[in-house]
């Protein structure tokens, strides 16, 4: 288990991948050496490249729970903002909650994409230190959850589908939030998408934790990034309560079953997509078209359907989750 402040840049790198990026850095050395000198080092690099790739390879294709985790942490994963930037060819961010504030870490507007009109809500966690605090770190307040509530009822009003980018560790935790009616304020937006007369296409981009990601987590298609996690609870969370050690938070994320293959397995997600070599991270504009084309594909599978249909199959969807079979002897 990495341990932040220690190792390579504090330790940004999930530990398992230390000996790719020992090879990728040997690998960028000798391209400098090369650049800086008359010795060619062709074969050298081209040798240690394709030891790169099938060290990938081996890591990746036996990952635990814990390791797609620290994956979909990543510090340079990417954010609702950097695919909304490849993906869509006009974006307009809509704020407030005509209540109490704006809250940053959700993100909502109208966008177009592939020609097709929509609402983007998202939660956005910061790409440095001062965003990151003003977005609670992905962690949303209540007013957050008031402005999507809002935001989507615009939606269905002007006939347009919702894109929900869901990317949050949990919901806030903090006094305030609680005091604003924090649990209320989810509750009610798992009620208005329920009952949303619109087409909503859900996406679990990074993190998916508890009910910070459920608030904007229902929909008609669910689908999910393969390193990405949804869980009711953060593996660490689950390891202090049933461990009583927060070091046990990989056994919690082997026990709570909550990677894109269990969650495909389960009924919970509809399909998952596939990530370049490595993770998101190391190919972002790859990942944005692969998000691209299963969004339009999802829209336009939904684009006539009609909004009684949509609600009563949606509430058909969920009510099938959590089904479970049991062998009674006679």
């Given amino acids: 288990m990495a341990k932040e402040g220690s190792g390579r840049a504090a330790r940004r790198t999930p530990e398992f991948e230390e000996p790719i990026l020992q090879i990728e850095e040997k690998i960028a050395e000798l391209k400098r050496f090369a650049a800086s000198t008359d010795v060619n080092l062709t074969e050298q690099i081209e040798q240690l490249t394709r030891k790169s790739e099938e060290l990938k390879r081996r890591i990746f294709a036996h990952l635990t729970p814990w390791q797609r985790v620290l994956i979909a942490r990543h510090p340079e994963r990417p954010q609702v903002t950097d695919i909304l930037d490849l993906i869509a060819d006009e974006f307009i961010e809509l704020h407030g909650d005509r209540a109490f504030r704006d809250d940053p870490c959700i993100l909502t507007g109208f966008a177009r994409i592939g020609g097709v009109r929509c609402m983007v809500i998202g939660h956005r966690k910061g790409k440095n230190t001062k965003e990151k605090l003003a977005c609670g770190f992905g962690c949303a307040h209540p007013e957050g959850y008031r402005k999507a509530i809002q935001k989507m009822r615009l939606a269905a009003k002007l006939r347009l589908p919702v894109v929900s980018v869901i990317d949050t560790p949990g919901a806030h935790p903090g006094m305030g939030a609680e005091e604003r009616g924090q649990a209320f304020v989810i509750a009610l937006a798992l009620k208005e998408m329920a009952d949303l007369p619109a087409p909503i296409i859900c996406l679990v981009l990074g993190e998916g934790g508890s009910g910070g990601a459920l608030g904007i987590g229902v929909g ?94 949606r509430f058909d969807k969920f009510r099938r989750m959590g089904r479970f079979l049991e062998n009674v002897e006679r």
Avoid at 227 to 251: F, M, N, R, T
Avoid at 262 to 276: A, K, N, R, S, W
Avoid at 282 to 306: C, F, M, S
């Fill in 220 to 313: 008609d298609r669910i689908l999910m990034l393969e390193h990405a996690y949804y869980s009711v609870i953060s593996p660490e969370g689950c390891a202090a309560i049933l461990w009583k050690d927060a070091q046990h938070a990989p056994d919690a994320a082997e026990a709570l079953k909550l990677t894109a293959d269990d969650l495909l397995g389960f009924g919970v997600i509809d399909e998952i997509l596939p990530e370049p070599l490595g993770g998101a991270h190391r190919d972002v504009p790859a990942t944005a078209e692969t998000i691209k084309k299963a969004l339009l594909r999802h829209l336009g599978e939904l684009e006539n359907a009609k909004p009684g249909e949509l609600v009563a199959l």
